[in-house]
């Protein structure tokens, strides 16, 4: 792994610091440094500053509203109205050049459901409905006719977001973030956090992989995959750990007509469009915590498992060459694959904003905002992410989302 | 008819390969293989020339490891009739390659073989113009177009400035070029079924061949990386950079 310059911060002592500068902690700082105005100061520290290995450039960069959960829903309303108004949001840090559009591909997602599951994806759609989202529930036949290429025989229906669901650009998410919080006076270092020094309930101060040591306020843990690391130092545990998820891009010989969404398969494969090539993934054999340096491919996955999925579900898809491959991570949150956010009981200035297991990316601008307000009011001041709180963790008591890809 | 194509196992085109540490080679650990693309477009080109009842049977052959097997699976799944395995766990080079291929040609007896013109992992461009002399068979290497006719192939050639149009004697030896086709893509149902047809294991011994390296790597080394760009203030400022440090003008 290519080693990042490293840089020594500029002061000894930030109100917050925030270990991560990808998409959640760059959302942190961007929300915070908005609502400060200047009147903080916030470090973040970044160990991969060329994003070769963050889980928000490897992600497949999708969202939607299907979830099981209304705050998961909320959560994604309000991350859509965000990446739809991106590029006017960011004008102010972008002068003399155009701010990024996020290139939203609104094709929505499909939800294939077995004839076992209608009911419950039936209850799961009017849930989505009544908070506002756009979710159909389409019976095997006109689920066939509004989608040809789709074999339908073993389904019991679909789920299908006609709005305000898609895929866009993630890394465009990311650099309007850090650009603008940067702009805003927040402290990007090329660094690592390699200790946390605790007392009296409070983070007090954090090592550095150069050896500086800087004092904190208030420390937020947004290291994604790696957030149990940066639990440890404090003494601290979350059941995070890193997921290998592979991500296949392929060319078919027979293209499919229309705007194609992205289907989720009973099998837990997913596929979409990607120009005119296809971007595909699944729950690989093999999941399991992985080491947090295991980026390494297992191309049979594609041939063995996700392949024969595909051909199963979109018929279509009987001739295929994979033309690009990688291994991304999932920050996988063990316990029931949700979000942790909010302060540690104990080490009282020590925040959470870990676990999204792959809704990280998604999710970020609500949970910036969240964590944002929680640092400097005190509470939600928005949409309250308190089911997200990190109390139900040493309880044993899962948040479950049941719509998990 | 029958037609004789060797294909050979070589690391994925999209993939970015890495030269090992101590520059003996190219690090393959863990890397997507696939079939060398300009065998792709002679399997493709047989199975073309079959499907107008030019030729009756297309035998592929591979010279390599047992991983070697996927490749003629694929072969065997756009549609070649039958496929041998030349095994083995060594370096191969184009002569080798050459003089093995010599062997099956003898004993396949082939009215043409249609090679890749290279493989794009050595780019040695060696191995037909090698087995056309092995063999004494005329040759029509970089083919753009292939057009057999009784005994004879007429093969249009991409040469510098142009195409050349040359008339072979069969047997022949055909080497392709990239704009000879396009090649179709193996199928899962076929690649399935591909997997379950017995392939012919042969050892280069079998042709009295000894495959052991003549060539000796002194060095591999990265391409030199490309230097970063600059900005310039002003079209005064680009051309003096123009004349005194890209020396272009």
């Known amino acids: ?405 | 008819m029958k037609i004789l194509v060797p294909v050979k196992r070589v690391v994925d085109g999209n993939v970015k390969v890495r030269v090992k540490a101590d520059g003996s080679g190219v690090d393959l650990a863990n890397l997507k293989m696939a079939m060398n693309p300009f065998d792709e477009i002679a399997v493709e080109e047989a199975l073309r020339l079959k499907e107008a009842g030019k030729a009756q049977e297309i035998v592929v052959v591979s010279i390599g490891p047992a991983q070697a097997l996927e490749t003629l699976h694929t072969a065997l799944a756009m549609g070649a009739d039958r496929a041998i395995l030349v095994r083995t766990d060594e370096a191969v080079e184009p002569l080798g390659v050459a003089k093995v291929l010599r062997g099956v040609a003898l004993t396949e007896q082939p009215g043409l073989v249609i090679l890749g013109k290279q493989a794009i992992d050595d780019d040695c461009n060696q191995t037909g113009q090698m087995l056309a002399a092995l063999l004494g068979w005329a040759q029509g290497t970089f083919a753009s177009e292939l057009a057999v006719e009784g005994d004879k192939a007429r093969v249009t050639r991409e040469v510098d400035g142009g195409l050349q149009t040359v008339e072979l004697k069969l047997p022949a030896i055909v080497t392709t070029d990239l704009r000879l086709n396009e090649p179709r893509y193996a199928s899962l149902p076929n690649i399935m079924k591909a997997k379950k047809k017995p392939i012919d294991e042969k050892s280069p011994a079998s042709y009295g061949v000894d495959l052991a390296p003549r060539l000796k790597i002194l060095r591999t080394e990265e391409p030199h990386a490309r230097k970063p760009g600059v900005k310039v203030a002003s079209v005064a400022e680009l051309i003096d950079k123009l004349s005194n440090e890209a020396c272009v003008l």
């Open chain 1, 1 to 405: 792994m290519a080693v990042p310059p490293y840089k020594a911060p500029s002061r000894p002592a930030y109100d917050i610091v925030i270990v991560g500068g990808a998409v959640v902690g760059s959302s942190v700082a961007y929300w915070l440094s908005q609502a400060l105005g200047g009147r903080m100061s916030i470090l973040v520290v970044e160990r991969d500053s060329s994003y070769e290995f963050s889980s928000t450039a490897l992600s497949t960069s999708a969202i939607r509203q299907q979830y099981s959960n209304p705050i998961n829903v909320k959560i994604s309303q309000f991350g859509i109205g965000i990446i739809r108004g991106f590029a006017e949001r960011m004008k102010p840090f972008y002068k003399d050049e155009p701010a990024p559009d996020l290139g939203f591909k609104e094709h929505g997602y499909l939800y294939c459901c077995s004839p076992d599951g209608v009911e419950a994806a039936k209850a799961r759609v009017d849930l989505q409905r009544s908070l506002g989202a756009h979710t159909v529930f389409l019976e095997p036949g006109p689920l066939k006719e509004r989608f040809p290429w789709l074999n339908v025989e073993d389904l019991g229906g679909g789920a299908w977001g006609s709005r305000d669901e898609g895929w866009f650009d993630s890394m465009g998410l990311l650099n309007g973030f850090r650009r603008a919080a940067r702009a805003s006076g927040v402290e990007y270092i090329d660094n690592a956090v390699t200790g946390l020094t605790v007392d009296g309930g409070r983070v007090v101060a954090a090592q550095l992989a150069t050896g500086e040591t800087v004092s904190c306020g208030t420390l937020v843990n947004a290291a994604g995959p790696r957030a149990q690391q940066v639990a440890a130092m404090a003494g601290l545990s979350i059941p995070v750990a890193p997921f290998k998820r592979y991500s296949f891009v392929f060319s078919s010989a027979v293209p499919i007509p229309g705007r194609m969404p992205n289907v989720i398969d009973l099998s837990g494969t997913f596929v979409r469009p990607e120009g005119e090539l296809f971007l595909t993934g699944n729950t690989p054999v093999d999941d399991g915590p992985a080491d947090y340096d295991d980026f390494q491919m297992h191309h049979e996955e594609f041939d063995e498992r996700i392949w024969p999925a595909l051909w199963h579900r979109i018929p279509a898809f009987e001739a295929l060459k994979v033309q690009q491959c990688w291994t991304g991570h999932y920050e996988y949150n063990m316990l029931d694959h949700n979000g942790i956010v909010g302060f540690h009981p104990e080490v009282t200035n020590f925040m959470f904003a870990n676990g999204f297991s792959g809704h990280g990316l998604q999710q970020s601008p609500a949970v910036g905002r969240a964590v944002s307000e929680l640092i400097i009011h005190g509470s939600f001041q928005t949409l309250d992410l308190s089911p997200f709180h990190y109390e139900r963790i040493p309880r044993n008591e899962p948040f479950l989302e049941e719509a998990v890809i």
